[in-house]
């Protein structure tokens, strides 16, 4: 899978987000919970982001780490994960993204 460097950047109230830019388009290939907990291992991200590019497999591979987050939450119960895995889709320059969350507290993070 090829990617590029992960992004990382505080917003105003000191939560960090990890932008994971992907260029694969198709889908299987790659483990996104492996590349998610990975880059919390070595950003101690709050919120770990990944842009996915406009393709006919995007939500495929959106639901492919919806299933992954969800899975990992089960196997953490009853605690709470430390951090959030959301995905958004399409050419997104990742710090023009990180300024519609410039003021976003971390549970204020959704899916």
């Known amino acids: 899978m090829t990617n590029r460097k992960p992004v990382v950047l505080n917003n105003n109230i000191g939560v960090k987000f990890c932008y994971l830019e992907s260029i694969v388009t ?6 996104y919970l492996t590349r998610a907990l990975d880059a919390r291992e070595k950003t101690q991200a709050d ?5 996915l590019p406009n393709s006919c497999n995007a939500y495929r591979n959106l ?29 997104v320059n990742p710090h023009r993204l990180h300024k519609m969350f410039d003021n976003v507290p971390w549970d204020a993070v959704k899916y």
């Open 26 to 31: 198709s889908i299987g290939g790659g483990t």
């Open 47 to 51: 919120v770990i982001v990944f842009i």
């Open 63 to 91: 639901e492919r780490i919806r299933r992954g987050v969800e899975s990992l939450k089960a196997a953490v119960k009853p605690l709470i994960l430390p951090f959030k895995v959301i995905v958004r889709i399409g050419n």
